[in-house]
């Protein structure tokens, strides 16, 4: 399964395009893997550029819930990129 990151939705209006979701649909396209968006972004975080990998980690911790229970683990690409919920 093919999740991209949601953008907060200040931030995807302002882009006018939300780049992981692009790059997840043509991904899901070409490899014939489905595409799904159980993630919702709960809260706003400040810009990741210039930002060393631990304080990545720590902007997007909370950021996002789960709106669906996965039976399995889930590995997330990216050394486990980030920390979500599930509602």
Excluded: K, Y
């Excluded at 395009?17 to 649909?25: E, G, P, T, V």
């Excluded at 490899?31 to 975080?45: C, D, K, S, Y």
């Amino acid at each position: 399964m093919v999740v991209p990151a949601p953008l907060h939705w200040m931030r995807e209006w302002r882009r006018g395009f939300n780049q992981s979701d692009l790059l997840a649909r043509e991904i899901a396209r070409r490899t014939g893997i489905p595409l799904a968006r159980p993630l919702a972004r709960v809260r706003h975080t400040p810009s990741q550029a210039g930002l060393s990998n631990t304080g990545r980690r720590q902007n997007v911790t909370g950021a996002f819930r789960c709106r669906v229970e996965f039976p399995a683990p889930v590995c997330w690409p990216g050394s486990g990129f980030f920390s979500s919920t599930t509602s």
